[in-house]
T-cell receptor
């Protein structure tokens, strides 16, 4: 079965610094979702990457999908305290079951 | 904030009891999925409903069951609760039957229901 590993597991950065979170799959990545979650709350949709090489940006967050490496990265530029939370990547499972296979999450703290 | 709503927000039950969680999908969304998220873990897919039928299921026992209604809202029922069922239960909806990678068919999550089993 497919597994996703996120790195790092947790991250503390100073406000204004850039950071990158990686999501590596044990199998071919056909597409990937990125979500943000505040502790104990629901998931906020950030972006969906459909094919290898695709790159999307929203405000100061950029995500890329490298199909060959079976990996996706999420990059935050000039981090702010509002970026703090748990970042989750979810790979689209096989078939059309609506199943997303999630990584364990990366917890980000941004120090003012 | 998405248009997916869930109730209740929190719930405390004892082992062996049964529980029903509710989800209202975003307007225009006819496909609903349920996930279980244990503390410190990523969400785990329970099942998906489309037009009132279950058409995808994860590795969860039959005591996890669901329903989808004609207005596309959904219920998750868990029988014979166990301590390990304590988790955040998330509902997600999307517009249609097309795959998760179809444009304009992205999946949006609700705020979740925190279930504690004592």
């Amino acid at each position: 079965s497919q597994e996703l590993e996120q790195s790092p597991q947790s991250l503390i950065v100073q406000e204004g610094k850039n950071l990158t979170i990686n999501c590596t799959s044990s199998k071919t990545l056909y597409g990937l979702y990125w979500y943000k979650q505040k502790y104990g709350e629901g998931l906020i949709f950030l972006m969906m990457l459909q094919k290898g090489g695709e790159e999307k940006s929203h405000e100061k967050i950029t995500a890329k999908l490298d199909e060959k490496k079976q990996q996706s990265s999420l990059h935050i530029t000039a981090s702010q305290p509002s970026h703090a939370g748990i970042y989750l990547c979810g790979a689209v499972g096989s078939g059309n079951t609506g199943k997303l296979i999630f990584g364990q999450g990366t917890t980000l703290q941004v120090k003012p | 904030e998405t248009g997916v709503t869930q109730s209740p927000t929190h719930l405390i039950k004892t082992r062996g009891q049964q529980v029903t969680l509710r989800c209202s999908s975003q307007s225009g969304h006819n496909t609903v999925s349920w996930y279980q998220q244990a503390l410190g873990q990523g969400p785990q897919f329970i099942f998906q409903y489309y037009r009132e039928e279950e058409n995808g299921r994860g590795n969860f026992p039959p005591r996890f069951s669901g329903l989808q209604f004609p207005n596309y809202s959904s219920e998750l029922n868990v029988n014979a609760l166990e301590l390990d069922d304590s988790a955040l239960y998330l509902c997600a909806s999307r517009p249609g039957w097309g795959g998760l990678l179809s444009r304009r068919n992205e999946q949006f999550f609700g705020p979740g229901t925190r279930l504690t089993v004592l």
